[in-house]
């Protein structure tokens, strides 16, 4: 299985990095299978420079809020008028109202909106087996309904916080995860409001705590130094550990 980062900034696009995009690829059947965890605000763009983006499968999507869903809206445009003709229906996972919440987006009548181009499937409580990847999502803290995904292929896992504070289903998400994609948005001792993000010491001892083999920190908003957060989570974690910057690629 092989993690590129499309997209790492935290809330907005910053001045090097779209919002959250990461591409997971395993080969299975004969040919190599394409998957985004999050599509947010700006990361089609990036997506083209690093692969054919109409080849992407299936897309899983964290929650709702524009930094992490937002460039669906111009994927339903590629998908639906390329010259070469319609491109085939993917799916799309997400919270329950996900269909509505991108017809709304985009200013489409909610039927048929979005969905002759995307499957729009809500999460269960099961495990989704989709080509050679196993997907667990689990729900974390914060302001809508949001879910940490584990990713499992060929034996290697990735654990994705989506965006969260310190929580249950966090933890088992990153548990003896091969890597561990955590946001880090928040520092320490700032007035931070609780069950939304992380810090990095918190990134850092979640890690720690979950056994992860490698830590990477994303979704760090531009106006904090990345270098304070990855600090901080240095002081919680003694494993390997890296800022998520968009081009990077890591083959598990």
């Not at 054919?52 to 639906?80: E, N, P, Q, T």
């Not at 290697?156 to 969260?164: E, F, I, P, Q």
């Not at 990153?174 to 409001?193: H, K, Q, T, W």
């Not at 609780?194 to 001892?205: C, F, K, Q, S, V």
């Amino acid at each position: 299985m092989r993690l590129t980062v499309v997209g790492s900034s935290g809330s907005y696009p910053g001045p090097g990095s779209s919002a959250s995009c990461y591409l997971l690829e395993a080969d299975h059947a004969g040919r190599t299978w394409r998957i985004l965890l999050d599509l947010g605000s700006g990361a089609l763009g990036t997506l083209q420079s690093l692969t054919d983006a109409k080849g992407i499968d299936g897309v899983f999507l964290s929650h709702l809020h524009a930094d992490h869903c937002l460039d669906l809206c111009g994927y339903y445009v590629m998908r639906k008028y390329h010259p070469d003709g319609a491109l085939p229906r993917i799916p799309v996972w997400g919270p329950a109202d996900t269909a509505g919440r991108m017809a709304r987006a985009y200013d489409l009548d909610p039927d048929p909106g979005m969905t002759e181009e995307f499957d729009f499937r809500p999460y269960g409580t099961t495990a989704i087996t989709f080509g050679p990847f196993s997907v667990i999502a689990r729900r974390v803290v914060h302001p809508v309904t949001a879910y940490a995904l584990r990713v499992t292929a060929d034996g290697r896992s990735v654990a994705y916080s989506g965006d969260t504070g310190v929580c249950h289903g966090l933890d088992d998400t990153a548990r003896d995860a091969d890597l561990f994609l955590c946001e880090a948005s928040f520092l320490e001792g700032a007035p931070n409001p609780p069950d939304l993000h992380l810090t990095g010491a918190e990134a850092g001892r979640t890690a720690a705590g979950a056994g992860a083999r490698r830590l990477v920190l994303t979704h760090i908003p531009p106006w904090h130094d990345p270098a304070t957060v990855l600090a901080e989570a240095r002081g919680e974690y003694a494993g390997d550990i890296a800022l998520a910057a968009p081009g990077q690629v890591y083959d598990l």
